[in-house]
């Protein structure tokens, strides 16, 4: 019928409608014609090798913009494998929606091609989830995935679409009723704010104290607060710490910024008032020795559930930039600021001063071969010198993400992309792909050892194909952690020469993956060599792979993480 359309085109219809503008995803039985379409409306696709890079990308993406990250599968495997994206959306609480085909609903139970019960699969891992059983259910159940995905806490949501139903017709002009019917019911959930007595209250704890201080992540990223962070900052006196996503917010050279000074911030506050960040692992959960047993934690939160969870000493249910507007107004209207001569401000600078020229002394020098810490100064500067907008970072690994985070330099908002919450290894190349789809005005740098790259090195390809400004910077030791650190009476047993389990071949040629598809490769080990490879690139603005030799001994088994070991 010439006025008819099919499942696979109410879907994309439907997402086109309700503003979706980029997909990622794995193209396949039966949701290659969902994809096509979609390009046909005007939704960018980018295709991947493997759903579960392009699920990092979604989730990535959903952070950046503050719109859900969409992620579409095949069935049964293709929905597994988007699982990783998906999960990692939920523990970072960052929208996306994940779409995958299904079986035909009437071979369930007997062995279809590709089948799984894929409600039931995803549950520990999405807010919502939700299968259109006929073809008119689409367009609802496309705005009941995409609405959630972004209110309250931001999450991953999932919808399952069953081959029958893509398979399934109907005419044009019974769709687009469906379609405006649906657009017209979606309601928003408004921006949560606490209540003004609440604001008094926390203004009144951060004015009486002696050490405070001001914790920010993540979450107050997505909230888009860092105009609201930082006019509180400079209003107060309050010295800072971003955890680190939440690098960039504020500028990391700040006069007030106390990341060189960490554990006396967190070790000496009185009160902590923190925005957008858990009191979890990365936070010590804001417990002793690490932290004052006496400390206040004013805790502001979109989340309800993770405030009862924490049990601070009071917090603000609500968006992170209304919150802090509100403190803001209420403290214009009886300022406070503790001023450079404040014995904690005093005591935190000093302090920072001593710990960054110890830290400068030790990047000034040129060590070769290559030690972590001379090519991510040579990095730190390039990343400096390209001024703004700022490139996006993106960095994992043990040791080259611990280093990089103390030695990158943050400028701007959302510009550091990492492990996260779930220290999720194998991001790298989604979330470079989503950072440049998401923020096509900025060059985005890759920092990651060669383990982070080795998951999803063939997505080199998904960044030479779509022609995307980002440099990929391997640091190579060889191996998970470097070289084998085994001591003599660990190597025994039958299959005592194989290479050691944190092994790589040694001084693999990484740069030419990318040769292999048209892109640029660059091989350095020395500090002059990896200054020309990132000018070159930095300028060029097209895919690029350096592959960095660091000395295998470099760095310490685990990284920071030793004491989980
Ligand atoms: P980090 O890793 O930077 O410490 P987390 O991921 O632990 O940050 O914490 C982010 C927190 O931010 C989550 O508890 C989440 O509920 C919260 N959050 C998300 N969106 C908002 C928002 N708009 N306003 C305030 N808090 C938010």
Same mark, same amino acid.
């Given at each position: ?384 010198? @390209?001024?703004?907008?700022? $490139? !996006? %970072? #993106?960095?994992?690994?043990? &040791?080259?993400?611990?280093? +990089? ?58 960044? @030479?194909?779509?022609?995307? $400004? !980002? %440099? #990929?910077?391997?640091?190579? &030791?060889?191996?998970?952690? +470097? ?64 592959? !960095? ?17």
């Amino acid at each position: 019928m010439a006025d008819s359309l099919d499942g696979n085109v109410l879907a994309a219809k439907s997402f086109a409608r309700f503003g979706v503008t980029h997909m990622f995803g794995v193209v396949g039985i039966p949701v290659t014609g969902l994809a096509n379409r979609a390009v046909q409306l005007g939704i960018r696709f980018i295709a991947f090798h493997n759903e579960q890079s392009a699920g990092y990308a979604a989730s990535a993406y959903g952070y950046l913009t503050g719109r859900p990250g969409l992620l579409l599968t095949v069935s049964g495997p293709g929905c597994v494998h988007g699982l990783a994206g998906l999960s990692n959306a939920m523990i970072n609480t960052w929208p996306m929606v994940m779409i995958s085909g299904s079986s035909d609903q009437k071979d369930s139970g007997r062995g279809d091609f590709q089948e799984l019960d894929q409600i039931e699969a995803v549950k520990p891992f999405s807010k919502f989830s939700v299968k259109a059983i006929d073809i008119k259910e689409i367009p609802d159940c496309v705005a009941r995935v995409l609405d959630p995905a972004v209110s309250g806490r931001p999450g991953g949501c999932y919808l399952d679409l069953p081959t029958d139903v893509l398979h399934q017709t109907i005419t044009e002009s019974e769709a687009e009723k469906l379609l405006a019917e649906v657009e017209k019911g979606r309601v928003f959930e408004a921006t949560k704010a606490p209540p003004s007595s609440e604001i008094e209250k926390a203004v009144s704890v951060l004015r009486k104290a002696e050490r405070p201080l001001i914790v920010f992540g993540k979450g107050a990223a997505y909230a888009r607060a860092e105009g609201e962070l930082k006019k509180l900052v400079e209003r107060t006196g309050i010295p800072f710490l971003p955890t680190p996503m939440g690098k960039g917010l504020v500028n990391d050279d700040h006069e007030l910024a106390a990341s060189a000074a960490r554990s006396l911030a967190i070790g000496k506050c009185d009160v902590a008032l923190v925005v957008g960040a858990r009191l979890n692992w990365l936070l010590h959960f804001g417990e002793s020795p690490k932290w004052d047993k006496d400390v206040k934690f004013i805790l502001v939160d979109v989340s309800e559930e993770e405030i009862k969870l924490r049990k601070p000493h009071l917090g603000l249910v609500g968006d992170a930039k209304k919150v802090l507007e509100m403190i803001n107004k209420e403290i214009k209207d009886d300022p406070f600021c503790l001023g450079k001569s404040h014995p904690w401000v005093e005591a935190i600078s000093k302090k920072v001063k001593d710990n960054v020229s110890k830290m400068e002394a030790q990047l000034a020098k040129d060590v070769v071969p290559f030690n972590f810490l001379t090519p991510m100064r040579i990095i730190r500067d390039a990343i400096l010198g @390209v001024g703004s907008p700022a $490139p !996006v %970072v #993106v960095s994992e690994g043990a &040791n080259t993400m611990d280093v +990089g985070r103390s030695v990158l330099v943050q400028t701007e908002p959302r510009t550091r992309l990492d492990a996260g919450t779930w220290g999720t290894m194998g991001v790298g190349l989604g979330y470079c792909i989503a950072a440049a789809v998401a923020n096509p005005e900025r060059l985005v740098v890759a920092v990651e050892g060669d383990s982070g790259f080795g998951f999803s090195a063939m997505e080199v390809e998904t960044l @030479v194909r779509y022609k995307l $400004p !980002v %440099v #990929v910077i391997v640091f190579n &030791n060889g191996g998970v952690y +470097g070289g084998d650190r085994r001591s003599p009476e660990e190597v025994s047993g039958p299959f005592k020469d194989d290479p050691a389990p944190t092994s790589f071949v040694p001084g693999a040629a990484y740069h030419t993956l990318i040769e292999a598809f048209g892109g640029k490769g660059y091989l350095v080990g020395t500090p002059d060599e990896l200054k020309s490879a990132l000018s070159e690139s930095f300028s060029a603005r097209k895919p690029v792979v350096i592959n !960095v030799i660091i000395d295998p001994f470099a760095g310490a088994e685990s990284g920071r993480m030793q004491h989980k070991n």
